[in-house]
């Protein structure tokens, strides 16, 4: 961070407002490097600038004589109403017409605050024509703080009835599949099929291309690696299920998952607790059992790989919703089936080892 504003400030020296240019420039010179702790820096930077334009916002602010906002009254608001309803709608749908359709365009004519560049840039131009001698300088920066103030107000306000309005929300949240073998390649085929954005990540090579293949969203490269989760967009997961051969792997994978990214679910499967790795664990972490039972991921995987399993459904009303309210982790041994998803009214949900079941849902399982 002091080698940027150090480049800032030398390139300055020698010639006035070359900074920006010598600083972004440094930026691209730097980029083609091999950093050790990117993703840290990342993060400690957009600190610095969530820092830097709060403190600019207010000194321009300070700057910014209320009086003015009043003497461009109510001619300066319907300025405003003409460039937040006309002129910025029609650039949108002038501009983004094959990329968008028409729902779309609608969401981004309507969400387009104004912010830090148009107010420091007007208070950059108000200052050099108050010196210059033209006396209406003023409204050019009246008029750009009064933009602010109703976009951020009224945009921001509305922006997700807006998007809802549009049909534009995503969906819940996208999941991520931790091990492209068989069985991760059957669950992640089964949610893709009912609707949901999901992403396999492995570091076999082999399982990447097969899932590739069976046209899944993949990602290759090692789960524990920060830089592979950020390129499966773990920022936008709902869902990690870990579910390679390794427990330990699954283990940690969900524990970074949710303490760094704050995945709100998380689900590792692990094998048989005599072998280490215990349930408990799991619950430490805020995380929940995968599959509501310790399960052979290996023999599963060569299950399905043999073709040896069916996909199955059941509906659980009367006494086959209490059979299955029953049942306990340590009950569940019976390693010829294992839950995958629950179908109810209002969506599909992955089965863990707290689930709670209802008459009506649908159970959909793999059994050998």
Sequence with gaps: ??????????????ESDTGILAAVIAGFAVQRENIPQLNALKKFKGQ??????????????????LNQLFQVGF????????????????????????????????LVSWIGPKGIVSASVASLFTLILTKQGFDEAYVVEAMVFLTIMITVTAQGMSA???????????????????????????????????GRDVTLVDNNKEHCLISQEDDLQTVC???????????????????????????????????????????????????????????NLVDEIGGNLAYAKPVSIQAWKDAVEEDTVKIS???????????????????????????LIIKR????????????????????????
Excluded at 85 to 100: D, G, I, N, W, Y
Excluded at 345 to 365: P, T
């Design 75 to 106: 001619n300066g608001i319907l300025v405003v109403l003409i460039v937040v309803l006309v002129v910025r709608p029609l650039a949108v749908f002038t501009s983004l017409e094959a990329k968008f359709g028409f729902r779309e365009r609608l």
């Design 160 to 194: 997700r009835r807006v998007a809802a309005a549009c049909d534009c929300l995503e969906k819940g949240g996208s999941i991520i599949v931790v091990g492209a073998n068989a069985l991760g390649r059957t669950l992640a085929t089964a949610f893709k099929e009912i």
């Design 313 to 339: 459904d059941m509906v659980l009303t009367g006494k086959g919703s209490k059979f299955i309210q029953d049942l306990k982790i340590e009950s569940m041994a019976d390693d010829s089936w294992i839950p």
């Design 48 to 65: 610095l600038s969530i820092l830097f334009i709060s403190i600019l916002f207010v000194l321009i602010s300070a700057n910014l004589d």
């Design 221 to 279: 490269g090692n789960a524990l690696d920060s830089i592979v989760l950020e390129n499966a967009n773990i920022s936008k997961a709902s869902i990690l299920i870990a579910t390679t051969a390794n427990s330990e792997v699954n283990y940690l994978v969900c524990q970074m998952a949710k303490e760094h990214y704050q995945v709100p679910e998380v689900y590792p499967a692990i094998d048989s607790p005599n072998k280490g790795l215990h349930h």
């Design 1 to 14: 961070f002091a080698w940027v504003l150090a480049t800032f400030f030398v390139s300055n020296l020698f």
């Design 345 to 368: 009214k209002n969506g599909y949900f992955f089965i863990h080892a707290d689930q709670e079941w209802s008459d009506g849902d649908i159970l959909i399982f793999l059994s050998k």
